[in-house]
């Protein structure tokens, strides 16, 4: 679709705010989400376009939100950086996948920042120039140079540069002051220290008794949580890290006649409640976990350890203060009851959460808490040094638009726009020009209205990506497919973006009375080949991951096999390979093609071979000679390679015509609109 066919024109909407020579647009938005990108915003006259009846695919109807993906990578990070989960503890970016919980910012509405938990929509790789950020508290940052930090001054790139409205970017300088936690506020993984089990276990099973207001009772009384009662259980009978023998009995607290305290008896350490006679800090660090777990609570994001007893309160503070701790003591909700809480806010608090390694996610919880600006100690860049060195990188997109990694706030991963089909070059605006049709559900109501609609298929993803990022910030999708849902129309997405996710109940409830297909593209299993190919797509197996949530959701679910690149993903071992994970995931159905190789992509990926494999330049002049599809003969003898092994691993089952009228539970269908079968569109 040309730009003539987006204005809004004579109505005088639009025009003043769009880019010179873009009339017609409503506004062209440049966002800090999206560094690099434009987003034409238009009011769509139309959002159904009819497919030629000469055309061999078997859809009549295309739907396309955006013309523009953004599906590349420009934020990135080292792929064994930390990320601060939602459950208090951290993982590596790389290890992350869509539907995890991270904890990520929102400021209030007046300017303050606080942590939330945070879905991650998609998480995306790609090969960087590495860039290392020093920190004075020994944090070194692995990142590309666009990566973003947020710094007491706002977000900075990690390398200077110019944005493309020519203005030189804020980047990162030597002082200069990262908001968030710190890295010490970030869990390690390292083996526990020595003394730790038996101090949790003795925290535990003392707060208990006390908690449970039943002194003689025998551990555990009905309030210890399910995850401390695991862990317990695990130190008591697997790790043992104590004498083995009957369950505890617990008949005092510390101070309490005829209970060992800090100085108590020898060959007391046969019982868990048992108390060493020179505590060290990884008991101390267990202790205090052990009393987190039975009486910590979370209001707003801020823990409170509720001992209930002065004699377990005394002992707390000193194990607090032994690992370095500021504590207050408040009233608690319980009259009469006093509470302790760590100074230093929410970054002493996961300091102090990391430390102790609670059992109980509740407890781990700081969603709510503010984000001090900066937090004392906070960590400053020492250096930023290039490294000269291409590095494997990963990003994340979350539903804040952040995360904490390494113990600072990050920005989030938006990046190169590709698969574009805009009257634009297929140049610096193949990469960077996104059309968003902000109208396109309620345009689609009034189209699936008429009297004329015959509710014929309608495909998205054949041209460009519906679940691309952008989708996360414009939520375009959900109207789209409770408007076709509504009418009783036919319809089926074609997808490699992990954003699809979200809507996965939305394409579950259509599916009950309208027939909704679904496609993943996957391309190929070599994970550095596909990060070359695809910079900052989803990986292989992110996308094997979306089929088996797809298929797991009720829907049936296709996976296209494009674009097989010849002499470089098209050998039987490759392809038998890929169609067994395919398989695995559960994919009703798969379907292989060759590289389609339109203008446009054309050039940009010839250019692409020329750097990666310039020996197979030739091979492919000539394979393509007779235009945009692979000659031929190569795609004979492609089919005649993948025909055995589809039906090897149950993939050759026949698919549903899309050109069939939609069938609701309340309507006969009318009668089908002709046209002839065929394949499907490649993305490429």
């Known amino acids: 679709m040309r730009w003539s066919g987006q204005q809004v024109g004579a109505d005088g909407i639009g025009g003043a705010a769009a880019l010179p020579g873009m009339q017609g647009l409503l506004r062209s938005v440049r966002t800090p989400e999206f560094a690099g990108a434009v987003f034409h915003e238009?009011?769509?006259?139309?959002?159904?376009?009819?497919?030629?009846?000469?055309?061999?695919?078997?859809?009549?109807?295309?739907?396309?939100?955006?013309?523009?993906?953004?599906?590349?990578?420009?934020y990135c990070l080292a792929g064994e950086t930390p990320v601060?989960?939602?459950?208090?503890?951290?993982?590596?970016?790389?290890?992350?996948?869509?539907?995890?919980?991270?904890?990520?910012?929102?400021?209030?509405?007046?300017?303050?920042?606080?942590?939330?938990?945070?879905?991650?929509?998609?998480?995306?790789?790609?090969?960087?120039?590495?860039?290392?950020?020093?920190?004075?508290?020994?944090?070194?940052?692995?990142?590309?140079?666009e990566h973003r930090f947020l710094t007491t001054d706002g977000w900075a790139h990690v390398r200077p540069g110019r944005c493309r409205a020519s203005a030189a970017r804020p980047h990162l300088r030597p002082g200069a002051a990262l908001v968030g936690p710190g890295a010490a506020a970030m869990p390690g993984h390292g083996p526990r220290p020595a003394g730790w089990a038996e101090g949790w276990l003795c925290g535990l099973v003392r707060a208990d008794a006390v908690r449970g207001r039943v002194r003689a009772e025998p551990f555990p009384t009905g309030w210890v949580e399910m995850e401390a009662l695991a862990?317990?259980?695990?130190?008591?009978?697997?790790?043992?890290?104590?004498?083995?023998?009957?369950?505890?009995?617990?008949?005092?607290?510390?101070?309490?006649?005829?209970?060992?305290?800090?100085?108590?008896?020898?060959?007391?350490?046969?019982?868990?409640?048992?108390?060493?006679?020179?505590?060290?800090?990884?008991?101390?660090?267990g202790f205090v976990g052990g009393i987190v777990d039975a009486c910590g609570e979370v209001g707003a994001g801020v823990l409170r350890i509720v001992p209930g007893c002065e004699e377990l309160a005394r002992a707390c503070v000193a194990a607090l203060r032994r690992l370095g701790f500021r504590v207050a003591s408040e009233p608690s909700a319980r009259p009469g009851v006093r509470a302790l809480r760590v100074l230093g806010g929410a970054a002493e608090q996961l300091r102090l959460v990391a430390v102790t390694d609670p059992a109980v996610a509740r407890v781990r919880d700081v969603g709510g808490a503010r984000v001090e600006e900066p937090p004392a100690g906070a960590p400053r860049v020492l250096s930023v040094r290039d490294t000269g060195t291409i590095r494997p990188m990963f990003d994340i997109t979350t539903g804040t638009g952040d995360f904490v990694a390494a113990g600072v706030v990050s920005h989030n991963c938006f990046a190169r726009n590709t698969h574009t089909?805009?009257?634009?070059?297929?140049?610096?605006?193949?990469?960077?020009?996104?059309?968003?049709?902000?109208?396109?559900?309620?345009?689609?109501?009034?189209?699936?209205?008429?009297?004329?609609?015959?509710?014929?298929?309608?495909?998205?993803?054949?041209?460009?990506?519906?679940?691309?990022?952008?989708?996360?910030?414009?939520?375009?999708?959900?109207?789209?497919?409770?408007?076709?849902?509504?009418s009783g129309t036919p319809f089926s997405v074609l997808t490699k973006g992990t954003v699809l996710t979200r809507d996965l109940p939305?394409?579950?409830?259509?599916?009950?009375?309208?027939?909704?297909?679904?496609?993943?593209?996957?391309?190929?299993?070599?994970?550095?080949?596909?990060?070359?190919?695809?910079?900052?797509?989803?990986?292989?197996?992110?996308?094997?991951?979306?089929?088996?949530?797809?298929?797991?959701?009720?829907?049936?679910?296709?996976?296209?096999?494009?674009?097989?690149?010849?002499?470089?993903?098209?050998?039987?071992?490759?392809?038998?390979?890929?169609?067994?994970?395919?398989?695995a995931a559960g994919a009703a159905r798969a379907t292989v093609l060759a590289l389609h190789l339109r203008p446009g992509t054309r050039e940009w990926f010839l250019a692409w071979l020329g750097r990666e494999y310039p020996d197979l330049v030739e091979r492919y002049a000539r394979l393509y000679r007779g235009g945009a599809y692979a000659g031929r003969g190569y795609r004979e003898a492609l089919a005649r390679r993948v025909a055995p092994l589809l039906a090897r691993h149950g993939l050759d089952r026949p698919e549903p015509n899309p050109r069939d009228p939609g069938r609701t539970r309340q309507q006969a269908p009318p009668p089908a609109a002709p046209g002839p079968a065929g394949g499907q569109l490649s993305l490429l």
């Open 84 to 145: 601060l989960t939602a459950d208090g503890r951290s993982r590596p970016i790389a290890a992350l996948r869509p539907g995890d919980e991270v904890v990520g910012t929102v400021t209030d509405g007046r300017g303050r920042r606080r942590f939330v938990r945070t879905p991650v929509l998609a998480h995306w790789s790609t090969r960087r120039r590495a860039q290392e950020v020093s920190l004075d508290d020994g944090t070194v940052l692995v990142t590309s140079a």
């Open 506 to 583: 939305d394409l579950a409830a259509a599916h009950r009375d309208v027939r909704v297909g679904t496609g993943v593209s996957v391309a190929l299993l070599d994970r550095e080949l596909q990060a070359r190919l695809e910079p900052g797509t989803p990986s292989p197996r992110a996308r094997l991951d979306l089929v088996r949530r797809i298929t797991d959701a009720g829907l049936p679910c296709g996976v296209m096999l494009a674009p097989v690149l010849p002499w470089l993903t098209d050998s039987e071992e490759a392809l038998d390979a890929l169609l067994a994970e395919v398989a």
């Open 231 to 285: 862990r317990a259980h695990h130190l008591l009978t697997v790790a043992r890290p104590v004498g083995a023998g009957a369950r505890p009995a617990v008949t005092g607290v510390p101070g309490a006649a005829g209970v060992p305290g800090p100085a108590g008896v020898p060959g007391a350490a046969a019982s868990p409640a048992a108390w060493p006679e020179r505590p060290g800090p990884g008991w101390s660090a």
């Open 42 to 74: 238009v009011e769509a006259r139309s959002a159904l376009n009819r497919v030629p009846s000469s055309s061999p695919v078997p859809f009549g109807w295309t739907l396309n939100p955006y013309r523009g993906c953004s599906h590349a990578c420009t």
């Open 421 to 486: 089909y805009l009257d634009l070059d297929a140049g610096a605006d193949f990469d960077s020009q996104i059309v968003v049709k902000v109208n396109v559900a309620r345009v689609l109501e009034r189209e699936l209205a008429r009297p004329s609609w015959r509710r014929e298929h309608v495909a998205m993803g054949t041209n460009t990506d519906p679940y691309q990022r952008a989708e996360g910030r414009y939520r375009l999708m959900p109207g789209v497919i409770g408007a076709l849902a509504r």
